[in-house]
C-alpha cells in the first residue's frame, strides 16, 4: 500500500500526542523533579487505553524485539524473586517493575506514529536546559558540583548521553536551516556533564569514537567524527580553566589512587577500589544468590566487623559498579542478567544499523545510549537510581519503537 503525501505531512491528533511524549522524554528528564515520573504515568495510561491492540498486534509490533523484553522481563523477575528469598523490601523492586515500561512503549511508539525529529527537538532542550541549570547551581549559587533535580553523577552522566545521542540526528538536518541542532546539542550536554564534575561521562566521550566512527560515517558522514573530535577538545580545553575544576579532578585520580596505595582509602576513587573489594568478597560467599537486592549495606557492615574492609565503606548501599553490585546481590544469574540487559538492544541497534539505512539514525542513538551506559556503570550502579534505571529502559523502547515504525515505512 502507497502511503499518501495527505497522511505523512499532516499529523492526526493521535500522532501529535505521541510526538509530544517523545519529546518530553528527553526534555523533562533533567529539568524537573518528576519528569520521568510523568512519562511513566503517560505511558501507563497509553499501555491501558490500547491493551487489547497491543495484545492483538503484538507479532506485528514487538516481533523483533523480543530479545529486548525478555531482558527487561527477566531483570525484574529476577529482583522479585532475590527479594522473596533474601529479604523483602519494596523499594528495591520499584525500578525493575517499571523498568518493565519498555515492553508497551515499543509498542505504544509503532502504533503512535509520533514524528521522529521531535526526539531530536526533545534532546536539545534537554540538554540546553541541564546546561542552564548547571550554571546556576555552579556560578549562582556556588556549589561545587552541577546535580539538577537528581545526583551529580547521574545528572552529568544522563546530559553527556544525550549529548552522544544527539549526533546520530546529524543526517536528519543536514542541508536545513537546523543544521545545526545536533551540534548544539552535544556541546550543551558535554557542557552539563562537565559541570557536574562526573569523570564517567567523559571516558564515554572518549570511547565513543570508535562506534561513531564504525557506524556513524554511514549514517551521517564524516562530520559526526569532527563533531566527536571536537568535544574532546572541548574537555581538554575546559581543564584549563580552573573554576570548573575539571584538571583538579582528573589530578586527584592519580592522588587518590595513591593514597588507597599508603592505606588511606577514605577518598573518591579509594571508597570504590575499597568497594569493589567488599563486592567481590560478598559474591565469593553468595555465589549463586547473592546476598539479595536490600542486604548490600548488611553485607559491607559484616565486612567491616571483621576487619576485612576499612570502616569508611560503611554504610554504603550498592557496589558503586553495575556489574559487580549484580553478582553481589543477585549471583551469577544476577550478573549475566545485567548483561543481557545490555546486549539484547545493543544487538538490535547494531543490526538495525547493518540492514536497514532508513532507520539508521534512531538505531545509531540507540547504541550510544546503551554503549554509554556500559560505561557509566563501570564506575556508578545507574540502575538503583530512579532516573537511570528509567531513562535507559524507556529511551531504548522509543528508539526500538522509531526503528520498527520506519521499517513499516519502507514495506507501505
Same mark, same amino acid.
Given at each position: 500500500?502507497?502511503?499518501?503525501?495527505?497522511?505523512?505531512?499532516?499529523?492526526?491528533?493521535?500522532?501529535?500526542?505521541?510526538?509530544?511524549? /517523545?519529546?518530553?522524554?528527553?526534555?523533562?528528564?533533567?529539568?524537573?523533579?518528576?519528569?520521568?515520573?510523568?512519562? %511513566? /504515568?503517560?505511558? /501507563?495510561?497509553?499501555?491501558?487505553?490500547?491493551?487489547?491492540?497491543?495484545?492483538? %498486534?503484538?507479532?506485528?509490533?514487538?516481533?523483533?524485539?523480543?530479545?529486548?523484553?525478555?531482558?527487561?522481563?527477566?531483570?525484574?523477575?529476577?529482583?522479585?524473586?532475590?527479594?522473596?528469598?533474601?529479604?523483602?523490601?519494596?523499594?528495591?523492586?520499584?525500578?525493575?517493575?517499571?523498568?518493565?515500561?519498555?515492553?508497551?512503549?515499543?509498542?505504544?511508539?509503532?502504533?503512535?506514529?509520533?514524528?521522529?525529529?521531535?526526539?531530536?527537538?526533545?534532546?536539545?532542550?534537554?540538554?540546553?536546559?541541564?546546561?542552564? /541549570?548547571?550554571?546556576?547551581?555552579?556560578?549562582?549559587?556556588?556549589?561545587?558540583?552541577?546535580?539538577?533535580?537528581?545526583?551529580?553523577?547521574?545528572?552529568?552522566?544522563?546530559?553527556?548521553?544525550?549529548?552522544?545521542?544527539?549526533?546520530?540526528?546529524?543526517?536528519?538536518?543536514?542541508?536545513?536551516?537546523?543544521?545545526?541542532?545536533?551540534?548544539?546539542?552535544?556541546?550543551?550536554?558535554?557542557?552539563?556533564?562537565?559541570?557536574?564534575?562526573?569523570?564517567?561521562?567523559?571516558?564515554?566521550?572518549?570511547?565513543?569514537?570508535?562506534?561513531?566512527?564504525?557506524?556513524?560515517?554511514?549514517?551521517?558522514?564524516?562530520?559526526?567524527?569532527?563533531?566527536?573530535?571536537?568535544?574532546?577538545?572541548?574537555?581538554?580545553?575546559?581543564?584549563?580553566?580552573?573554576?570548573?575544576?575539571?584538571?583538579?579532578?582528573?589530578?586527584?585520580?592519580?592522588?587518590?589512587?595513591?593514597?588507597?596505595?599508603?592505606?588511606?582509602?577514605?577518598?573518591?576513587?579509594?571508597?570504590?577500589?575499597?568497594?569493589?573489594?567488599?563486592?567481590?568478597?560478598?559474591?565469593? %560467599?553468595?555465589?549463586?544468590?547473592?546476598?539479595?537486592?536490600?542486604?548490600?549495606?548488611?553485607?559491607?557492615?559484616?565486612?567491616?566487623?571483621?576487619?576485612?574492609?576499612?570502616?569508611?565503606?560503611?554504610?554504603?548501599?550498592?557496589?558503586?559498579?553495575?556489574?559487580?553490585?549484580?553478582?553481589?546481590?543477585?549471583?551469577?544469574?544476577?550478573?549475566?542478567?545485567?548483561?543481557?540487559?545490555?546486549?539484547?538492544?545493543?544487538?538490535?541497534?547494531?543490526?538495525?544499523?547493518?540492514?536497514?539505512?532508513?532507520?539508521?539514525?534512531?538505531?545509531?542513538?540507540?547504541?550510544?545510549?546503551?554503549?554509554?551506559?556500559?560505561?557509566?556503570?563501570?564506575?556508578?550502579?545507574?540502575?538503583?537510581?530512579?532516573?537511570?534505571?528509567?531513562?535507559?529502559?524507556?529511551?531504548?523502547?522509543?528508539?526500538?519503537?522509531?526503528?520498527?515504525?520506519?521499517?513499516?515505512?519502507?514495506? %507501505?
Amino acid at each position: 500500500m502507497t502511503t499518501t503525501a495527505h497522511s505523512t505531512t499532516t499529523p492526526d491528533d493521535t500522532s501529535l500526542i505521541f510526538s509530544a511524549a /517523545l519529546f518530553l522524554l528527553p526534555a523533562l528528564a533533567l529539568n524537573t523533579h518528576a519528569g520521568i515520573t510523568l512519562i %511513566e /504515568l503517560a505511558i /501507563l495510561c497509553g499501555s491501558i487505553f490500547y491493551s487489547r491492540r497491543l495484545w492483538r %498486534e503484538r507479532t506485528t509490533l514487538f516481533g523483533s524485539t523480543g530479545a529486548i523484553m525478555a531482558a527487561f522481563a527477566l531483570t525484574f523477575a529476577l529482583g522479585l524473586a532475590s527479594l522473596l528469598t533474601t529479604g523483602l523490601d519494596f523499594k528495591f523492586i520499584e525500578n525493575p517493575l517499571k523498568a518493565l515500561l519498555v515492553m508497551p512503549v515499543i509498542g505504544l511508539v509503532v502504533i503512535g506514529r509520533p514524528k521522529g525529529d521531535w526526539f531530536w527537538y526533545g534532546l536539545c532542550a534537554g540538554t540546553v536546559g541541564a546546561t542552564c /541549570l548547571a550554571l546556576y547551581q555552579r556560578f549562582v549559587l556556588h556549589e561545587p558540583r552541577a546535580e539538577g533535580f537528581h545526583m551529580a553523577i547521574m545528572f552529568g552522566d544522563v546530559a553527556m548521553a544525550m549529548g552522544l545521542m544527539s549526533l546520530a540526528g546529524i543526517q536528519r538536518f543536514a542541508r536545513t536551516r537546523l543544521s545545526l541542532l545536533p551540534l548544539l546539542t552535544f556541546a550543551a550536554g558535554i557542557t552539563a556533564s562537565i559541570l557536574s564534575g562526573t569523570r564517567g561521562g567523559w571516558v564515554a566521550l572518549v570511547l565513543s569514537v570508535v562506534p561513531l566512527y564504525s557506524y556513524g560515517r554511514h549514517a551521517a558522514g564524516r562530520r559526526i567524527i569532527v563533531f566527536a573530535l571536537a568535544g574532546v577538545s572541548l574537555l581538554a580545553a575546559s581543564a584549563c580553566v580552573p573554576e570548573l575544576g575539571v584538571r583538579q579532578r582528573f589530578a586527584d585520580i592519580a592522588g587518590d589512587i595513591q593514597k588507597y596505595r599508603d592505606g588511606n582509602p577514605d577518598t573518591s576513587i579509594g571508597l570504590r577500589l575499597e568497594n569493589w573489594k567488599g563486592a567481590v568478597r560478598i559474591f565469593s %560467599e553468595h555465589p549463586l544468590t547473592g546476598i539479595g537486592r536490600a542486604n548490600y549495606e548488611q553485607g559491607l557492615n559484616d565486612l567491616v566487623a571483621r576487619k576485612e574492609l576499612s570502616p569508611a565503606v560503611s554504610g554504603l548501599k550498592h557496589a558503586h559498579n553495575e556489574l559487580l553490585n549484580a553478582f553481589a546481590t543477585e549471583g551469577i544469574l544476577g550478573g549475566f542478567t545485567l548483561i543481557f540487559l545490555y546486549a539484547a538492544p545493543l544487538a538490535f541497534f547494531v543490526r538495525r544499523l547493518r540492514h536497514d539505512p532508513a532507520c539508521r539514525p534512531y538505531a545509531l542513538a540507540g547504541l550510544l545510549l546503551v554503549l554509554s551506559f556500559i560505561d557509566f556503570g563501570l564506575t556508578q550502579v545507574l540502575f538503583v537510581h530512579h532516573i537511570g534505571s528509567a531513562f535507559y529502559a524507556i529511551t531504548a523502547g522509543a528508539l526500538a519503537g522509531l526503528c520498527i515504525r520506519h521499517g513499516h515505512r519502507r514495506q %507501505e
